[in-house]
């Protein structure tokens, strides 16, 4: 009897754990991270006699967790890519509405801003339309700016999350290395037996922190594990966890790099964080904000220098060359913090024509100077030597180094950057816009032969006669001489070049005959200078005069919606991706109600069973001491 | 696959949010009617956007230039013609002042109207446009062009003229200079001119001047000498003898023509020993020294036949150069008519690109709104139907049954 009862009471006993076990998994079943758990049963070994072997009851062998390792591994990559998509898609789609919003209106201003040119070049006497194109100027100049600083507000909040996802990574190591110690001191306690709630804890963790960034583990014999991040570089080992950290970029201290605090020292780990969230902040960071920036920024140096070089060539209403229309920054050149020496370099656009938005490294051997160019690492051609009268030049960028350089000293130039930013339009009087051409053409009304002069184009505004009266005469039929200059050949039609401008005359002149070509004094009504400063909309004025204004405002557009786009749907691809990986993890490990619901059932019946052999036990017993005392 | 119930809860989660985000969207593009607001919705389609919307503020500029250029057009168009008239009634005075029946009296009265006239073009010449610029100063159009001083009349503006931008290509110039109306007209028959000299003493009045042969005449001056009442001879400017001839004298009845070096005139009258004729090459002579001359020549007065020959002649040279500039302002309004009827085919082209713009652009970003409505019903419907299958699911549990 002895037997039945212990048999009875090691069922009890088993299925009274069993019992806990399934009000567990009910308990935890919206638990993040929890895997159901089993309790494992064995039959306790028999006890052998002449009559065979008589079972012994049941025993818990262990309670463990139903956990897919190759499913978990599976979904912390597709975290990792997923968080990669969703940030890049978040960031992307910021950048997207800054650029494409109507409301900031680069576009329309830029027409509205030619169209008041054509609007003074209808009407150069008023001051009115001035007026209106000099507002339209300020207009333009704030809305690069509003779009500029809402670009910097971008950086300023990637900037943050970065911090922040580093914090969070460090938080989540010192944990894991926490746990790891729980988990190994808790199985050498226990011969063994998996401490399930830590380990699912310490999975949720790593699965956490997949999504942060890109992870892989190795486990330990004794079940410690060890977790590494970027290209391998271990960030828990066991029960320590080394740290991460920011620091400002040697390069360009307006980003952050990641700093590694390894056991060999301390690393920059940015370019080998290429997955999960931080990964994304990164890479929108670097292959669409910054290039957005720079972008827009030679959209507003192409405009300032343009206009302002049209508006030199043409006069004012006061009857003097024009002054700057807008002020913009000169290109912004950042010393590498590692530089040593006094050297200063000072970068100005040369060519606007020739700018392409991109930033350089400029790097110094100790002999020989070398550009590159940052987004592809590529190599480009200098020419000078870096002096004042030799200036390097490459891509419409000219730089001038003063101080003694040393060796290995580097240099950001980031030719565009601060361009939308500080573009600011300097006129504010309305009389000062220069609609008028510099020069002014006449032939003698008094002219025998029918040749004409064309009414004239500046080529070179700064020279210093340019204004100065010059009289054409025809010494003869076939040569003229300029201010009573050595007589020059005459071919109708060509190009006569002096004080830098250029006029042609065509047809036959006669003997005598003078044409005269002086300041344009007076001409308040001359249009010539609002034209060509309207049609600089639509001229060639960038890329090397294959790209207007607009074409790069556009090209912007569309390379940021473009971008945004495919981060959207990527985005979406990728979350689809990690929900299928939760569902295999979760078809393993999550608990399902209906199943813990028959398990509940099953165990109470399996209790109620055991208990009832304990009842047969005593009866049996009771009929013994009865037929025993009777 | 082995379903549990929290997942269960997130794919209906998931699919919920996804349909809500597509909701969102199709509400979006029904209550802006966009088929897209940002471009990543549809990269392509925003920088075609940014061009058309671009084209299309172009046009409507183009328009308004064009507009103004045709009330500026019409301006100097009105005014030319008023230039037309004022000269053609100038033409009729000097016709009736050539008449022989005038007296130095008539011819006074004559004169106080031409005066009058010479008036009325100084001021036609300084006509204002609308924004109160001088239409016929060129660039300097707060200056006015042209200003009186005794009998001379001087033009203070510039040579220039505005250029107006009317197509994408195209410009059109909006004005003509008063240098260009006023002064560049070429004076006698606009090849040559012809003057009696001042000590002639005879009554030979110079009529009709025609060129016959415009390659042989080389521009030079020539004196046609009268060596007696019946012969005369043509000498160069060298002194050289060109040509002479037989001249058979009587008052008017009696016209002879002298030609030479593919040029040739008619003289009547009878021209005195030693009286003198000079050809010269045109030269430019504004209109209103032209008109002046004739003002002077009225106010002249004639005490005998030879003063009265003299002013026949400078009232016939005022004829030539009257009609010189009569067809030189026609040919200017022909220029103005002509690009009066560009501005209509430019402002035509324009509204062609306006209108394929916006229909173009209609197509590309405005909403097919049958669709975009059919769409939303279909979404609302799913998502209510995915709502109930929730609820009903989730009511599904074995332990109701425990």
Redesign the interface.
């Given at each position: 009897m002895a037997d039945l009862l212990r048999i009875g009471l090691s069922g009890l006993i088993a299925f009274q754990r069993a019992l806990a076990t399934t009000g567990h998994n009910i308990a935890n079943?919206?638990t993040d991270g929890y895997s159901r758990q089993m309790t494992d049963l064995v039959a306790r070994p028999p006890q052998g006699s002449g009559g065979g072997f008589a079972g012994n009851g049941v025993d818990v062998q262990s309670v463990r967790r139903l956990f897919d390792q190759f499913a978990v591994n599976n979904l912390r990559t597709a975290n990792s890519n997923s968080g990669l998509a969703g940030s890049v898609a978040t960031f992307?789609?910021q950048v997207?509405?800054i650029?494409?919003?109507p409301a900031t209106g680069i576009?329309?201003g830029l027409?509205d801003f030619f169209?008041a040119w054509?609007?003074v070049?209808?009407?150069?006497?008023?001051t009115s339309t001035r007026q209106v194109l000099v507002g339209q100027a300020q207009t333009l100049a704030s809305r690069f700016a509003d779009a500029s600083t809402r670009l910097d507000n971008v950086s300023t909040e990637l900037n943050s999350r970065i911090r922040a996802d580093v914090g969070q990574i460090n938080n989540i190591a010192t944990s894991l290395a926490k746990i790891n110690d729980d988990i190994v001191n808790a199985s050498g306690s226990f011969s063994g037996q998996p401490p399930n709630d830590l380990l699912d804890k310490r999975d949720a963790l790593i699965t956490q922190l997949s999504q942060l960034t890109n992870v892989s583990t190795t486990v330990e014999n004794d079940g410690a594990v060890n977790v590494f991040i970027g290209n391998g570089q271990p960030l828990v080992l066991r029960n320590t966890a080394l740290a991460l950290s920011t620091v400002p970029n040697a390069n360009d201290p307006s980003n952050l790099d990641v700093l590694y605090a390894g056991t060999g020292g301390t690393t920059v780990i940015t370019p080998a964080l290429t997955g999960g969230e931080l990964g994304g902040f990164l890479k929108v960071r670097d292959q669409l904000l910054d290039p957005a920036r720079d972008q827009l920024g030679l959209i507003a140096i192409g405009l300032a220098q343009t206009v302002n070089s049209q508006q030199a060539s043409g006069l004012d209403l006061r009857g003097q060359l024009g002054s700057a229309f807008f002020s913009v920054a000169v290109p912004q050149v950042l010393p590498r913090s590692s530089n040593t020496g006094n050297a200063t370099v000072a970068a100005t656009v040369s060519n606007v024509s020739a700018l392409t938005g991109d930033e350089y490294d400029l790097r110094y051997d100790g002999t020989n100077y070398s550009l590159r160019r940052v987004s592809d690492g590529s190599s480009v051609a200098l020419s000078g030597v870096g002096t004042v009268v030799s200036p390097l030049v490459a891509e419409g960028i000219s730089i001038v180094v003063s101080g003694a350089n040393v060796a290995g000293n580097a240099f950001r130039i980031q030719p565009t950057r601060l361009g939308a930013q500080s573009l600011t339009a300097v006129i504010s009087d309305p009389r000062g816009v220069a609609a008028?051409?510099a020069i002014?053409?006449?032939?003698t009304?008094?002219?025998?032969g029918g040749a004409t002069i064309s009414?004239g184009e500046v080529l070179d505004a700064t020279n210093a006669s340019l204004l100065t009266t010059a009289t054409i005469q025809f010494v003869t039929a076939t040569t003229y001489s300029v201010n009573g200059g050595a007589p020059i050949a005459y071919t109708s039609g060509g190009n006569i070049d002096v004080n830098g401008w250029r006029v042609q005359v065509t047809g036959a002149p006669?003997i005598g005959d003078t044409f005269v070509v002086q300041a344009?004094t007076?001409?308040?009504?001359?249009?010539?200078n609002a034209?060509l400063a309207?049609?600089i909309q639509?001229r060639g004025v960038l890329a090397g005069g294959t790209a207007s204004l607009?074409d790069v405002?556009?090209?912007l557009?569309?390379?940021?919606?473009?971008r945004?786009?495919q981060?959207?749907v990527n985005r979406d691809a990728q979350s689809a991706i990690a929900?299928q990986a939760?569902?295999t993890v979760?078809?393993?490990s999550?608990?399902?109600?209906?199943e813990e619901?028959?398990n509940?059932?099953r165990w109470q019946q399996a209790y109620q069973a055991a208990a009832q052999t304990i009842v047969v036990a005593k009866t049996i017993f009771d009929t013994l001491i009865a037929a025993v005392r009777g | 696959?082995?379903?549990?119930?929290?997942?269960l809860r997130?794919?209906w989660l998931?699919a919920l949010t996804d349909t809500q985000a597509q909701l969102a969207r199709t509400q979006n593009q029904v209550s802006t009617g966009l088929k897209f607001s940002?471009?990543?919705?549809?990269?392509?389609g925003?920088?075609q956007v940014?061009?058309l919307?671009?084209a299309l503020?172009?046009s409507s500029?183009y328009s308004?230039?064009a507009d103004?250029?045709t009330n500026r057009l019409g301006v100097e168009e009105t005014t030319l013609a008023s230039v037309g008239d004022v000269l053609q009634r100038l033409r009729e005075l000097a016709v009736e002042a050539n008449n022989a029946t005038q007296t130095n009296e008539t011819r006074a009265g004559i004169a106080t109207e031409a005066r009058q006239a010479l008036d009325s073009l100084v001021q036609l010449a300084n006509t204002k446009d609308g924004?109160g610029?001088?239409v016929f100063?060129?660039?300097?159009?707060?200056?006015q062009p042209f200003t009186r001083t005794g009998t001379t009349v001087t033009?203070a503006g510039?040579?220039?003229?505005?250029?107006?931008?009317i197509g994408?290509s195209r410009?059109l110039a909006d004005?003509d200079n008063g240098?260009a109306v006023f002064?560049?007209i070429a004076n006698g028959n606009g090849v040559f001119t012809l003057q009696s000299a001042a000590t002639n003493t005879g009554t030979g009045v110079l009529g009709q001047r025609t060129v016959t042969d415009p390659t042989q005449y080389d521009?030079g001056t020539y004196a046609i000498n009268f060596t007696s009442p019946t012969t005369y001879e043509v000498r160069d400017a060298a002194n050289a003898l060109v040509t002479s001839g037989t001249f058979a004298p009587g008052q008017s009845t009696s016209v002879q023509t002298i030609a030479f070096r593919g040029i040739q005139f008619e003289i009547s009258g009878a021209p005195a020993t030693g009286d003198s004729f000079q050809v010269a090459?045109s030269?430019?002579q504004?209109l209103f020294t032209s008109v002046q001359n004739f003002i002077t020549a009225l106010d002249s007065g004639a005490s005998n036949p030879a003063g009265q020959a003299s002013i026949n002649n400078q009232i016939g040279n005022f004829l030539a150069d009257v009609d010189q500039s009569i067809n030189h302002v026609i040919d200017v309004r022909a220029q103005v008519g002509g690009r009066l009827n560009t501005l209509d085919a430019q402002k035509n082209i324009n509204a062609d690109v306006d209108i394929q713009s916006k229909s173009l652009l209609s197509d590309l970003q405005d909403l097919d709104y049958a669709d975009a409505l059919s769409r939303l019903n279909l979404q609302l419907t799913g998502l209510q139907a995915s709502e109930k299958a929730f609820a009903q699911t989730q009511g599904l549990?074995?332990?109701n049954y425990?």
């Open positions: 079943a919206n992307a789609g997207d509405n650029i494409g919003d576009a329309s027409q169209n054509q609007d070049a209808n009407n150069p006497g008023s008028a051409g002014r053409t006449s032939a009304v008094a002219n025998a009414q006669a344009n007076g001409g308040v009504g001359d249009n010539r034209l309207a049609g639509t607009n405002f556009g090209g557009v569309g390379t940021v919606g473009t945004a786009q981060a959207n929900s939760l569902a979760q078809s393993a999550g608990v399902n109600l209906d619901a028959a509940l059932l | 696959m082995r379903v549990t119930t929290s997942l997130d794919v998931q940002r471009p990543a919705e549809n990269p392509v925003a920088v940014l061009d919307q671009r503020s172009e500029q308004r230039n103004l250029a924004s610029n001088y100063s060129g660039f300097s159009t707060q200056t033009y510039d040579q220039g003229q505005r250029q107006i931008q994408a410009t004005s240098a002064q560049a521009r090459a030269r430019n504004d549990s074995l332990f425990i």
